[in-house]
């Protein structure tokens, strides 16, 4: 049986740049909201490890993966690249000063901050609407991130109302209906 053939050819990975403004790219990226999470593991000193990220996303049920991404400037990356497991812990809405926590530089994000080590090894916080235990099965390096896959060894949830992260804010229980930033033109 021949199978049909795709009616385009497919785009080169060496795809032509385009001139898309950065800031007016970014409002409009702002526009889509998302849920907000921590996501954990072990420093190079065996200390635990932590950062706010938005960029969470599920990319398979068999086996269960999800991706979430980190900058490549990122001081924290080095713990990523090397340790073994990760958790990913979906902040509920009343974890707000939890997320500018960990969003912070230059204090001990874990102080006073209850948790427990997943099986990995990898912190797992109290609290959270949903937590994702991963293996750290594959890395990517893209454009000025690292996207990380990871494979779901445990996973956990709370019935509760989510954090968002929307139009550049973090909204704890707030409407949605925010005024969004004044949107640059397009080039």
């Not at 409002?27 to 200390?47: E, K, N, W, Y």
């Not at 099965?137 to 954090?163: K, N, T």
């Amino acid at each position: 049986m021949q199978m049909p053939q795709p009616a385009t050819t497919p785009r080169s990975l060496d795809a032509p740049e385009f001139d898309v403004d950065p800031q007016h790219f970014k409002g409009a990226l702002s526009q889509f909201a998302t849920g907000v999470t921590v996501v954990t593991t072990i420093g190079l000193d065996g200390r635990p490890v932590g950062l706010t990220a938005s960029s969470f996303n599920s990319v398979s049920l068999a086996p269960p993966l999800v991706l979430w991404s980190l900058s490549m400037h990122a001081a924290s990356l080095p713990a990523f690249q090397l340790h073994t497991h990760y958790a990913v812990n979906v902040l509920a809405a009343d974890q707000l000063a939890l997320a500018r926590r960990f969003a912070s530089r230059d204090i001990d994000r874990f102080a006073g901050v209850p948790f427990r080590l997943g099986r990995g090894g990898a912190p797992v916080l109290d609290g959270c609407v949903a937590w994702f235990e991963c293996f750290n099965r594959s890395r990517h390096e893209e454009g000025d991130h690292v996207i990380f896959v990871g494979q779901v060894e445990a996973c956990g949830y709370e019935a509760g109302q989510p954090l968002l992260f929307h139009g550049g804010q973090l909204l704890d229980d707030a409407p949605l209906g925010v005024t969004p930033p004044a949107d640059t033109p397009p080039p």
